[in-house]
Structure formats: C-alpha cells, structure tokens
C-alpha cells in the first residue's frame, strides 16, 4: 500500500489541469503507466488514489449486498464522478469540469496526503477546515487513539 507524505500548494490552468508537484510525483512511480483515479470525497474535496488502491475499493464495494437500498446508495454516490487521471508529458493531470465544481475549486489547490489518498481541497475550504481545530487537541487524540491495545507514548 502506498503510504503518502505532504502538503503541497498548487494552481490550475485555464483548462483545469494541474501540475503534480514533484515531491509528490516521486512518491508516484506507477502513475506514469497504471493511471490514478480522482472522486469526490465525503466532505466538499476530492480524493486520488493510484488506481492499485482504487481497485481495492472496488473490491470491498463488490463485497457489499446490493440488494439493500443503502448499499446501492452509498455506491452511488461514492462512485459518482470517478474518474481516471492521466499524466500528460508535461506531468500535468486535467481534473474533471464537475468534480472541480462539486469541491469548489476555480484555481489555488492544496493537495493533502492522507496515508493512501491524495485529498484535493480548494485553498480557502482547506484553510477554513484548519482553522476549526479543536480547543483541545490532546483530548480528541487520547478519545481516538488512546483505545487498548494502542500502547502509544507521546
């Protein structure tokens, strides 16, 4: 599984591509010859996995009984707008017109690595994010991590 490290800031061109930072390209061998695959994410961001990953999602949705509304639903809505991204020779990706408008992206973009996700935020949407950090940032670690079996130091 890859395991992705950073925060980089990035613009769009007119056409709606991006330039993959190379700090973040070198951290993506195979997106040159297997592709990445860009969705929506929860809240109003998009995500990018390799296409490695993607399918390992794929394979859980697969596993899920849709013969049950919410599962069909939640398909839906997860699957909606996945999209394959394709590096060009200039290692640019041109992001899809209606995932930018669902996140709310016209131009500055930051790119925030979450283990095996690239989450794709609007510069003002991820500053506001932070700026909601919790009063007490201890508590809500200990309350999500501090669970047995953890064993963690500070």
């Avoid at 007119?14 to 990445?36: H, N, T, Y």
């Avoid at 020779?89 to 925030?112: F, M, T």
């Amino acid at each position: 599984m890859s395991k992705f490290l950073g925060e980089f800031d990035c613009k769009l061109d007119a056409k709606g591509r991006m330039m993959i930072p190379v700090g973040l390209k070198k951290q993506l061998p195979e997106a040159d010859d297997k592709g990445l695959v860009i969705n929506r994410g929860f809240e109003k961001h998009l995500v990018i996995y390799t296409r490695k990953e993607w399918n390992k999602i794929v394979d859980d949705l697969e596993k899920l009984n849709s013969y049950e509304k919410k599962t069909r639903e939640f398909i839906r809505y997860f699957t909606r707008g996945a999209s394959e991204l394709t590096l060009d020779s200039a290692g640019r990706v041109l992001l899809p017109k209606a995932l930018l408008e669902y996140a709310g992206i016209e131009s500055d973009v930051v790119l925030s690595c979450q283990f095996n996700k690239i989450e794709v935020w609007a510069e003002a949407a991820y500053n506001a994010q932070l700026d909601n950090e919790p009063d007490n940032f201890a508590r809500l670690a200990e309350e999500v991590m501090g669970g047995a079996g953890r064993g963690g130091d500070e």
